[in-house]
C-alpha cells in the first residue's frame, strides 16, 4: 500500500485547513443556521456588469486573453488607480491581472522570495499569507498588532521584527479580521522604517473600497515607496465578484515580468468572461461601491453596538466588512466559544486564533449578510450566553 503521507509535499502535508472554511463547512451540513462567517457581500454583482459579461459570450469572445490580461483591462486598471489613489502606472508594462487577489499575493511571494529569506506578516491577518510563504521556502515572522494600538502595524514593532534576512513586508489594511486601517501619517512611519533597507513590501489592498471615514491610502503613495511595493487588488469584495476569480497586482516592471512568468506557466490567463465585465465595473462601477459600502457601513455599526450591548469589548472598525470583538471575559477559548455556538444555537462565527496565535480570545464575525441575519444572530448570541449563565 502506497505511503502517500511519505509522498507528498511535506509542507503542504503539515499546513493546517483554513479555520474560516472549517467553521463555514461544518455550518453547511446544519439545519436553521445563521452564518456570519464567510466573507463573501450578500449583494449580487451589478446588472450592468453581469451584461457585458453575458453579451461576450454570446458574441463567442471566449478565447484566452494575454498573460497579463486584456489591454483594455490593464489600462482601465491603471487609470483606477490614478483617480483613485493618485498612483501613475502603465498599461502594457506594470500591471498582470490573476485568478483572484489570492493568485496575486502567491505570484508576488514566489517572485520575490527566496528559501531561507524572512517574510513579516501582521497579525491577526487572513489566513493565506503563512502557507504561501512557507510553500515558497521562506520564513513567516508574525508581527504582533494589539487592541490598545486598533490593530495597526506600529513602526516600532517592525524595526524590532527585522533581521538580516527580511526580505518582504505583508501590509494587510484594511485588514481582515480586525476591520484596522493604516492612515496615511501611519504610513510614513512605516515607510520611514523601511526606507535605506531592502526590505520590499506586499501591500494587499482588496478592501481600499471599504472604509468608513478616511479613504483609503495607498502605501506605494508615499515617497520612495512606489518602487519597492507590489499592490494586490481585486474586484470580489468592492464589486461583489466573488466568483468571478478576478484580481490584479501593480508593481515596477521588473517584478511585474518575474510574476508573469510564473502567471504563464501556472495558469496562462485569468478568466476572459469575467475580465470584459471587470472593464465594465472599473469604468462605470463607482456609483454601486457607494450604495454598498453605505449599507456595509450601517450593518458595522449595528453589529459593533450589538456587541457592546451583550457585554463584550468590541473595537471599533474602519474598514473592509468585519468586526473582532473580544471573547476573553466568557472564560472560553476561541475555539471552544465558536463551537458551543454553533453546535448550540446555529450561529457560525470564525474563531480568532485562525489568524494567528494572538487572535486567540477573539472572534471573527463578517457583517456582509443582511440586518435580519445579523439581528438573528445577535439575539441568539444573547441567549447562548444566558444559558451558559456568562455574566457580561
Known sequence: ???????????????????????????????????????????????????????????GRTGYSPNRGFTALCREICNYYSRKFGLDYHYKTDVVVTVGGSEAIDLAVRALVNPGDEVLIPQPSFVCYDPIVRLAGAKASPIVTGRNDEFRLMPEALRAGITEQTKLLVLPFPNNPTGAVMRREHLEEIADVLRGTNILVLADEIYSELTYGTPHVSIASIDGMKERTVVVNGFSKSYAMTGWRLGYALAPEPIVSIMTKIHQYAIMCAPTTSQHAAIEALRSGDEDIARMRSEYDMRRKLVVSGFRELGFDCFEPEGAFYVFPSIASTGMTSEEFCQKLLSRKHVAVVPGNAFGVCGEGYIRVSYAYSTAHINEALRRIGQFLKEEKISQ
Open 1 to 59: 500500500m502506497i505511503d502517500y503521507d511519505a509522498l507528498v509535499n511535506r509542507t503542504a502535508l503539515e499546513m493546517p485547513p483554513s479555520g474560516i472554511r472549517r467553521f463555514f463547512d461544518i455550518a453547511a451540513e446544519m439545519d436553521d443556521v445563521i452564518s456570519l462567517s464567510v466573507g463573501e457581500p450578500d449583494f449580487q454583482t451589478p446588472w450592468h456588469v453581469r451584461d457585458v459579461a453575458i453579451d461576450s459570450l454570446q458574441k
